[in-house]
Structure formats: C-alpha cells, structure tokens
C-alpha cells in the first residue's frame, strides 16, 4: 500500500473530474471453489478499488459522496469465529484511517446510503461489474438487473478512472519494475529448466511458483506451449521436441498488484533453425520499431501498422506474402501472420482497466479501430501516447493451419499471400515477443533492470551458459 495521501489526493482529483453525485467503488468479495470456505487464492481486490482505497480485504465498498464531500469505507468488522481461523484483522474504521477516508459504516448501511441517495434523485456512479455477485449486489442497492448494469454504468466515471489510471506516477512505476524483476526470474528459468523431454506444464508450474514465492500471483494464466500459434494456449502434459520452439507468455504481480507481461519464444534444444531465425527476426525486427517510434504524441495505432510493415515486408523476402505493402495493409492481409494487435495497457490490471471497456481504455473517435476487418478488430490500443503510459509491445509471427486454409479457400487476400508457401509453415507454431515499456518524456524505455534476452543470439547464449 502507499502512503494514505496517494488516495486521498487520488480521491479529490476523481471529485474534482466527475463534479456531482456519489461514487460507489465495489471491492471485490471471495469467490468459492468448490464450497464456500475453499475459496481461489490468493483474493484478488478489484484494482480500481485498490487504486481509489487501497486496501486488500475483501467485502468492502467504497463511498466517495462528491456533493457532502464525504468518503465512508464500507465493510464489516470480523467476529471471534473468524478471529479463531484467520487470527486479528484491523477493523474496517482502521482500515479507513490508514487510506485517509474519515468515515467507517457496517454493509447493511450500504443499502440505506443508496436508498437515501435515489429518493433524493442524486446520480449514483459505479463502475461496470465483472463479477456475479457484485451485479447481484447492485441489483439489491439500485434495482438495476445484471443485463442493464453495463450501460448503467457511469460513463463519467469510466472516462475520469481511465484518465486517471492512464497515467503511471514515480511510485506505481517503482511497483511496475518490481513486478518486472519477478517477471525476468520467471522467463529466465523457463529458458533454464525448458529442454526436451520435460512436460509443458511442468515449466509453467515452476515458474508460477517463482510468481507465488516473490509476489502475490501471476498477472495472468501462464501461456506456455510448442504451439505458439495458438494465441492464448495454456500449457499441456506434452513434452518438449527437440527442434520445435516453444512460446511463454507470462507475468507476475507483485504484493501490490501491479504488473508484468513479457514474452519470449526459444529454440527448445537452445539453437534456432535457419528457418526459424528468419521468422524470429523478422519478430525482433518489428518488436524494436516500436520501441524506436513509441514517444508523446504518436498514435500507437501508427506504431501498429509501422510494426505490420516490417512483419509483411519480411514475409515478401521470405517468399510466403507478396504484393504492395500499403494496398495489403489496407486490406488486412498482414492478420495472417499477425492476428493481434501489437499491444495494450499495463497497471494494476495486465490489460490495465479492460473490465471499464477497451473502447474507452485505448481509443478516442480519431483512432478507434475498423471492427469489420480481421486482425484490426482485435487492436487494444491505438490512442495517442503520453508521457507516463506503460504499454505492451508484442509482436509475433503465427502459421495457423486453419486459418490459412480458410483464406484459401475463400480466396482472402490471395493477391498478397502464397498459400503454397505457407503450406509448408503448417507446422512451425509461432512466435511472439514482448516487452512492457514507459511512455518517458523523450521516448520509450523497458521497465525491469535486467531485460529477458531476445535478440536470437544473446537468447541462444543465455541458453548455452545457464543450462
Ligand atoms: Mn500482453
């Protein structure tokens, strides 16, 4: 936690943005397993609440009354049963007092605030729910059913959070490189202990404990797998090939829930094929034009479509695409290699503040991307960089089978891609590379004292040294 005036000027900046009315921040509340007492641990706060509130136990609601200029923290205090299981916990007026909120209420005066607040005919805000029990909750305060609450919510306060939490200050950075030093023990012993004849879930598990031991948890589910062209493939009891590359896609959060998310994709046997080198290049390529392009004031929907450029302009040379680079952009013909978009925001959340909807976290009306094309759809950034943003910059190479035996079929993009050439990529998987970077005054740079290796020798020579 920071210091309780990070919150207390936190709040007065979201008052000062939204005007009127009251703000109910929903924490969030255990979520069962199998039963009500086993509960998936460790309990993730909901971080806009961490932002706003900065406590970490579960069950509390916070009340920022703009128009009485009053906070309240709500909750309940917890009874000698669950001293006996949990041992002592501050009581929530404590609780209160060390995020600066002047005010503490039991959860049953929650429904009377919101009962007070509607007869009066005051704006309530809150955010959209991602959670069944907070929109059963929301429905019992505002009488709003779960299939309304998203357009319910306030647009005005989604708008003032993104603002807000847009923007990283010096301590939360300090928390991101934190998250960023687990992050490279992560990767750096996957490429360790990774070798054939080890399962993929074998790897995962080890590193997940590396996450769990220095921090709080991953910031995500670990993506591990031989196939990299599957863009979000949980590792399996496979064991790893000689010759084949294998892709890990991970992250951790740290004690205070900031983040981390990088990828690296290597040779399993610690040496890349020529074949290969020629596709991760490629990657490495356009991962380093967006770190070169990424500054104040450039769209990261250009850094995007600078990074497609190099990707398809390689895939030309290859001899697997052909055509002119502009008209086959334009087209949406670089989806076949790379289906995703080139990053997103990084903070409290891995993609910082999706539950409040990517529309509003990554674009404005100049940027906002064609939902009607392959690939483009998928964009989670495009907005104008500014200082103090932490985006993600991850491009990859993917031969996905079936999708290149759809185009063909349907003769999509066939000016621009050699489907016979791809045929024999059928088997290859897929590559992707990714770093968190800061938005600085000047430019870019990575967070993390020690970056993961990525250019194909230094990964070839950390391999070769540490196995
Ligand atoms: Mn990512």
Redesign the pocket.
Known sequence: MFKKETYTSRRAQLKKLIKSGIIVLFGNNEAPVNGPANSYAPFRQDSSFLYYFGQKRDGLVGIIDIDEDKEILIGNDIDIEDIVWFGSVDAVKDLAAQVGVDHAAPMAELKNICDKAQKAGRKIHFLPPYRHDIQIQILDLLGIHPYKQKEAASLELINAVVEMRSVKTEEEIAELEAAAEIGYKMHTTAMRIARPGVTEKFVAGQIEGIANSYGSMVSFPIIFSQHGEIMHGGPSMKELEDGRLVLC?CGAENMNHYCS?N?RTFPINGKFTSQQLDIYNAVVEAHDKALELSRPGITYKEVHFAACRVIFDRMKEIGLAKGNTDDALAAGAHAMFLPHGL??M?GLD??DMEALGQIYVGFDAETRPNLDQFGTNCLRMGRRLQEGFVV?D?PGIYFIPALIDEWRAKKHCADFLNFDKLDEYKNFGGIRI?DDILITKEGCRFLGKELIPYKANDVEDYIAKNR
């Open positions: 896609d998310d990828t990053g997103h990084m891995v993609h993600t991850e990714e």
